[in-house]
């Protein structure tokens, strides 16, 4: 299994801390759905009080979502 690093973004409110919860289950069908367009596998998925980390089996999608949250921050006030 490649591992390409791993991402971490604060989603959730603090109270998130399982992967059974419905917000977070929504999430990983999410980033399924964008490794199936990717052609490969989320490999890590996991989330602790709102902070959720993931990561891919894809430089390139890792790359891409790493731009997004990089451009998603630098455009906020």
Do not use: W
């Not at 390139?60 to 949250?69: D, F, G, K, Q, V």
Request: net charge negative; proline share 3%.
């Amino acid at each position: 299994m490649k591992s390409s690093g791993l991402i971490e973004v604060d989603m959730f409110s603090m109270d998130v801390n399982e992967l059974d919860h419905p917000e977070v289950i929504g999430l990983r069908e999410l980033l399924e759905d964008v490794a199936l367009e990717y052609h490969c596998r989320l490999i890590f998925l996991d989330v602790h009080q709102g902070t959720v980390t993931f990561s891919f089996d894809s430089d390139t999608l890792m790359a891409e979502i790493l731009n997004i949250l990089r451009n998603d921050s630098q455009s906020k006030p």
